[in-house]
């Protein structure tokens, strides 16, 4: 087939106009077609946050509207994820709500945890109780592992001043300066296993 240069770009100019005229068609029946739903962000506050589950400390939006949470993502505008969240991040809104595999509506999640619990000896029952109370209970049994485990001097006499009996792992959302406090607390119990939990 010969075609001259003007043939060419009036062949080549009618075919790109109609696949144009197909894309906007097509397009604008999308779109015709989205704007009669409702928007799941409509009406709702955002908030920013910061992921719990690793010390990567990705960024968040939390959509909320009337006091109920309605959408969880990657903040864009979040120097660490610019937008991005692992598939761990991107569940974080089950830790509050989930979806009932019944009716398919969205839920509190039954299995979230919100106050401290207790497991008694010899019980297979974990009871709620109160932070006074589970505070007090920490204390007492960290004074009482500490007094029965503490190591004065070693074998060779030398002075250690340690427990080998506990350990203390932080968890990955806290900072450089909170584990600094949390290091100097613990090493002046004496403690020796000292980590915390980054990216684990
Ligand atoms: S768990 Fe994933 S989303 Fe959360 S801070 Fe770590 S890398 Fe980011």
Not at 41 to 49: G, I, M, S
Not at 174 to 189: D, G
Request: aromatic share 6%; charged share 25%.
């Amino acid at each position: 087939m010969n075609l001259s240069r003007r043939g060419f770009f009036k062949a080549t100019g009618a075919a790109f106009a109609a696949s144009m005229a197909f894309e906007l068609s097509s397009q604008s029946e999308a779109l015709a077609f989205e704007s009669g739903q409702d928007w799941k962000l409509v009406n709702t506050e955002e908030y920013t946050n910061i992921c719990c589950y690793c010390a990567g400390g990705c960024g968040s939006l939390c959509s909320v509207r009337n006091g109920e949470l309605i959408n969880v993502e990657g903040d864009p505008d979040h120097p660490v994820n610019e937008g991005g969240l692992c598939p761990k991040g991107a569940a974080m809104f089950q830790l509050r709500n989930v979806v009932d595999p019944e009716t398919r509506e969205v839920v509190k999640n039954p299995g979230r945890v919100t106050s401290p619990m207790v497991r008694r000896p010899g019980s297979s029952e974990w009871e709620k109780i109160g932070w006074a109370d589970a505070i007090k209970a920490i204390a007492r049994k960290v004074k009482d592992t500490r007094d029965a485990t503490f190591v004065e001097t070693d074998d060779g006499g030398l002075t250690v001043n340690h427990t080998p009996g506990m350990a203390s792992l932080g968890g990955s959302q806290q900072n450089s300066e909170e584990e600094y406090l949390i290091l100097k607390a613990m090493r002046s119990l004496g403690l020796i296993a000292i980590d915390n939990q980054a990216r684990v």
